[in-house]
């Protein structure tokens, strides 16, 4: 199986959709996708997802999914954490945060300790990446590929591809459990941009093992000729 995954299009935060540069953007991805043989088209509910994977839908005459545990992530200081808890720096931005945990602990990007860590142990972002790691697993067992480990094991042999479209957060998310790789070594090592098409492959055949393959990794050369825009992350 191939899993595509691509970040929704320039956002109108506050609307929930896309602005005219990302109406553009989403349209060349269309184009982008056009030859790849895509079976479903998933998607966050959000508006601004949904309506980046319209235009793809429409040129393969797909119905659009909606998986609701795609939905962008929240973050800053959780309710959970005991009292007199450190407040979290700038507000808990988890890409932020990432980038000065790494750059002083380098140690964090090796294994899961970095979740014991109060950036992260006492941010609401957790909550998300405990719900979206589940669920992605449930999602991907219903294609036909069961979580064993760090790998998934082939119930029943799968070679469709199929589209998800989300954000920059939940997608960090999916990239940190599916490849196994700790979640602030995604956010921060690994950006990727509007519209940007990432292919990972799950390939086994039935009764055997799928090591999750990362395929291609945050392509836009389809929307170099749109203008292009500095993309900040907002909740």
Known sequence: MRLIFIRHGKPDYEKDCLTPNGIIQAQSTAQRLKSEPIKAVFSSPMGRAMETASYTAKIHGLDITP?????EINWGDSEKAPE???????????????????????????????????????????????????????FLAELGLI?????????????????????????????????????????????????????????????????????????????KSVKQEKLKFEK
């Not at 979640?183 to 292919?199: Q, T």
């Open 84 to 138: 007199n808890t450190e407040k979290l720096k700038y507000d808990g931005h988890p890409w932020t945060l990432s980038c000065e945990l790494l750059a002083q602990n380098p140690e964090y990007a090796e294994n899961d300790s970095w979740k014991s860590h109060h950036f992260f142990k006492d941010n609401v972002c957790m909550d998300y990446y405990e719900k979206i790691s589940l669920a992605f697993d449930k």
């Open 67 to 71: 998986l609701d545990f795609m939905h």
């Open 147 to 223: 979580r064993k480990g760090k790998s998934y094991f082939c119930e029943k042999q799968n070679n469709d591809t199929v589209a998800l479209f989300a954000h920059g957060g939940s997608g960090s998310i999916m990239f940190s459990h599916v490849l196994n790789l700790p979640f602030p070594f995604v956010l921060a090592a690994m950006p990727y941009g509007v519209c940007s098409v990432s292919i990972i492959e799950l390939y086994a055949e039935e009764g055997g093992i799928s090591i999750p393959r990362l395929e291609l990794f945050n392509d836009m050369n389809h929307i």
